[in-house]
């Protein structure tokens, strides 16, 4: 700690008991205790009351004053859902998740009960669900049926103040909604940033301040720039535990890979040294299963550290009791839309100064604590930003466009947005969703994007759905589009690489890596679903049941929409033509082996290595892919070869076949080239300077 320098942070109440006995709380107390002590429920009265007397209400409080958990219990006792459910949104899945488990818990039901969630593909209420946690998606698409919320008497926007894309977009018509509908309570909750913003963003709302408990967090500055910080977070972290007293540690990481790295580093190391204490290494991001998420939460056995490494889910929707130690990357991965190629993606940032504060806060909860910043106070001073840019301001917005226009909002430059877009980025999102047929000249909803709104997938994706009613291909398509949905079904665990490369090979479909997915399903399902046959096969087993929950999803909605499922039976050409409908904006051309360009952008783009089409001999002219993943080059992950015909059949506004001659042998050659096409009037003229014509 000497190559540190230090500074205090902000500091109220550290009188409260010592941080040991404090953090043994949760295990000694009864849950009605619990939640008797927490900064909520010692302004109860004061809370309640504010929200009786007023229609919107902004509620501010430091992270575990007891916001998520409490309020809802307080809306439910004082009589609220007895005229409608309780909602109370979440910008993360697993925060949805985690908290109704401990909420129900908290009511003494079964999670599903009186207590529920909604995320996703998976929705855990009944019919005497009255308090029910979901994702601020989740309340969106709701509000397509139902545009008045009618369900509910109250609803907590939640972690308002992470700005996430879709809680922008649901504070947008929210303030319509409650205009039109007096009786609805309305809370929008933050952690201690933005709040005179979403007070006047409504009106000039009251704003309610939870009065905080937080305890002395010391601050400590690296000296110099950290070159690799998996290596130092993982330094740090071993050398509080073997010389700091009794408090568990949590590390912010940026992303799954960092924190599996981070995670395996730290146990490998310990077990080379003896006089080490157990250490319990609890790695938690939204794509780990449920059950291991939770095990941040239970408390270790006596005399074992807990050590957290976490993405920034825990900077403020989940709160993990007992952290005494935080060591902050000042690092995270955020998703960044570039509208000039049209593309998302996820990129490793510096956090802000806000995000900064908010993760040293984690180790003053239960008593005082250290953060370790792995960058220096130059750093944090001069080159982070003060907060965090809010999510409408960098992604792709296609979805929120399609979803904005089925609700009747014509003119997207008028909405009421918290922080409006970009126009670029709005244009950019636009013209994709014309490319896919989803929107017309005018801007006006086709019929094609109506039916895509009733599918809660990403438009392209949809897109393909609907592209196999025309080529009646439902049966399969509709398995792509599940496989797709989930995270990766095959499993590469390190020390047998190459096993399971090997393994990975037998499924694959040289010309598809949709079809591979394809193929897998179909081989998962003929050995019964079988988890012996997906550890034997390298399969994910969880990732398959996932898959093929979404998939009897999607099959209810299309049943809804009378869509009937029929089966391209062995002209697996017809599902690529699907393939190519929906991914007309990704399309590439071969450069050289394995290197592509993207036809429209001219970015190039590579096959993966772990491409069914890489090392097959197999180099078509043309493919479309899902998405680009940067990593060291620009790779495209889930590749499928397509005919140039079909890129201009499903898309003439953007491509027109030539047929050249050039052959030694006479054959004809076919290519597809650029269309000037016309552009869809989304914008005054002035202002639509489109991304059509640049290559
Ligand atoms: P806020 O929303 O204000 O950040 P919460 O309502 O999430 O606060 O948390 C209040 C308290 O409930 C915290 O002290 C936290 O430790 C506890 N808590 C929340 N979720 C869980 C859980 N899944 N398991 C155990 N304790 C939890
Ligand atoms: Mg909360």
Avoid at 258 to 279: M, N
Avoid at 322 to 349: E, W
């Amino acid at each position: 700690a000497e190559s540190h320098k230090t500074f205090k942070i902000a500091m109220e109440r550290a009188s409260e008991a010592g941080s040991a006995a404090v953090s043994t709380f949760a295990r000694t107390k009864s849950i009605k205790e619990q939640r008797e002590y927490l900064p909520a429920f010692a302004c109860r009265s004061q809370l309640t009351k504010v929200i009786r007397e007023n229609q919107i209400v902004v509620i501010v409080g430091e992270t575990g004053s007891g916001k998520t958990t409490q309020l809802t219990q307080y809306l439910h006792e004082e009589g609220y859902s007895k005229v409608g459910a309780i909602g109370c949104t979440q910008p993360r899945r697993v925060a949805a998740m985690s908290v109704a488990k401990r909420v129900s818990d908290e009511m003494g039901c079964k999670l599903g009960a009186e207590v529920g969630y909604a995320i996703r593909f998976e929705d855990c209420t009944s019919p005497s669900t009255v308090i029910k946690y979901m994702t601020d998606g989740v309340l969106l698409r709701e509000s397509l049926r139902d545009p008045d919320v009618d369900n509910y008497s109250a609803i907590i926007i939640d972690e308002a103040h992470e700005r996430s894309l879709q809680t922008d977009v649901l504070l947008g018509l929210l303030r319509r909604i409650a205009a039109r509908r007096r009786d609805l309570k309305l809370i929008i909750t933050s952690a201690t940033m933005n709040a005179e913003k979403f007070s006047e963003f409504f009106g000039g709302v009251p704003i309610f301040t939870i009065p905080g408990r937080t305890f002395k967090v010391e601050v400590l500055y690296s000296k110099n720039p950290c070159e690799d910080y998996v290596e130092a977070a993982v330094k740090q972290a071993l050398s509080i535990h073997l010389a700091q007293p009794v408090g568990d540690i949590l590390i912010f990481m940026t992303g799954q890979e960092d924190i599996q790295a981070t995670c395996d580093c730290i146990k490998e190391r310990l077990l080379s040294i003896k006089e080490a204490s157990p250490l319990s290494v609890l790695p938690i991001y939204s794509q780990l299963p449920a059950d291991l998420q939770a095990k941040i939460f239970e408390r270790s056995s006596q005399g074992h550290r807990k050590c957290i490494i976490a993405t920034n889910i825990a900077e403020t929707s989940l709160t993990v009791d007992g952290i005494r130690y935080v060591i902050d990357t000042g690092y995270c991965k955020v998703k960044v839309f570039n509208p000039r190629i049209g593309m998302d993606a996820l990129q490793i940032f510096p956090i802000s100064q806000a995000a900064s504060n908010q993760r040293a806060g984690r180790a003053g909860r239960t008593g005082p604590g250290s953060c370790y910043r792995l960058y220096t106070e130059s750093a944090y001073r001069h080159e982070f930003f003060a907060n965090n840019v809010p999510e409408i301001q960098r992604t792709n917005l296609s979805n929120v466009v399609l979803l904005l226009k089925s609700l009747g909002v014509g003119d997207l430059l008028k909405f009421d947005f918290l922080d409006p877009p970009p126009t670029d980025t709005l244009l950019s999102s636009m013209h994709q969703l014309w490319v896919l047929d989803a929107i017309d000249d005018n801007g006006s909803l086709t019929s094609i994007g109506s039916n895509m709104v009733e599918f809660p997938l990403d438009p392209p994706l949809s897109k393909m759905l609907l592209a196999a009613i025309k080529e009646k291909c439902t049966e399969e398509v509709v398995t792509i589009v599940s496989m797709l949905s989930v995270p990766s079904v095959f499993y590469r665990p390190k020390e047998r690489a190459e096993e399971s490369d090997i393994a990975r090979e037998k499924f694959f479909v040289p010309e598809s890596d949709h079809l591979t997915l394809l193929n897998v399903y179909k081989m998962w399902r003929s050995h019964g679903s079988n988890d012996k046959w997906c550890e034997q096969n390298f399969v994910q087993p969880k990732a398959m049941r996932k898959a093929s929950e979404v998939r009897s999803q999607l099959l209810d909605i299309m049943k809804q929409q009378k869509i009937d499922t029929l089966s391209a039976g062995v002209q697996w050409d017809r599902v690529r033509k699907c393939i190519a409908a929906a991914y007309v904006h990704k399309a590439g051309r071969l450069k050289s082996i394995g290197e592509y360009f993207n036809i429209r952008t001219g970015m190039p783009c590579h096959l993966h290595p772990t491409s069914a089409l890489y090392g097959l001999g197999y180099t078509p002219e043309y493919v479309v892919y899902h998405e680009l993943v940067m990593t060291s080059k620009e790779y495209m992950q889930c590749v499928t070869a397509v005919s140039p015909e079909w890129l201009a059949e499903s898309c003439p506004m953007f491509y027109s076949l030539r047929i050249t001659n050039f052959r030694k042998d006479g054959m004809e050659t076919k290519t597809i080239s650029m269309t000037k096409a016309p552009r869809p009037e989304i914008v005054p003229a002035a202002t639509a300077r489109d991304s059509v014509d640049k290559k």
